[in-house]
């Protein structure tokens, strides 16, 4: 069975599996998720994330905002300003 090449709606590219990262902005902090599977564009660059992905980073983003408070607690020196957390998955 021949494989269906997806093509790029911005560009008319090739997409390939690859990896992305999606960054969440939440009230004061911003969690950098990397290593995403993906689908990227070969020309562009545009990355596109399935459902199924995109709901398991949810999860693991929400699991991650509910731990946080303690673990700041546990980090006082973080515990200020504009916080940056990078997970990869
Ligand atoms: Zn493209």
């Excluded at 997409?15 to 993906?38: F, H, M, Q, R």
């Excluded at 200020?80 to 997970?87: D, L, Q, R, T």
Aim: charged share 30%; glycine share 6%.
């Amino acid at each position: 069975m021949p494989k269906k090449e997806r093509l790029c709606p911005e560009c008319r590219g090739i997409v390939k599996s690859g990896k992305t990262e999606l960054v969440y902005e939440l009230s004061d902090i911003k969690i950098t998720v990397k290593n995403v599977t993906a689908n990227v564009c070969s020309k562009c660059g545009q990355s596109f994330v399935s459902g199924r992905v995109a709901e398991d980073v949810n999860r693991l983003v929400n699991r991650i905002t509910e731990d946080l408070n303690s673990f700041i607690k546990t980090q006082p020196h973080i515990g200020e300003g504009h916080k940056e957390i990078a997970i990869a998955v």
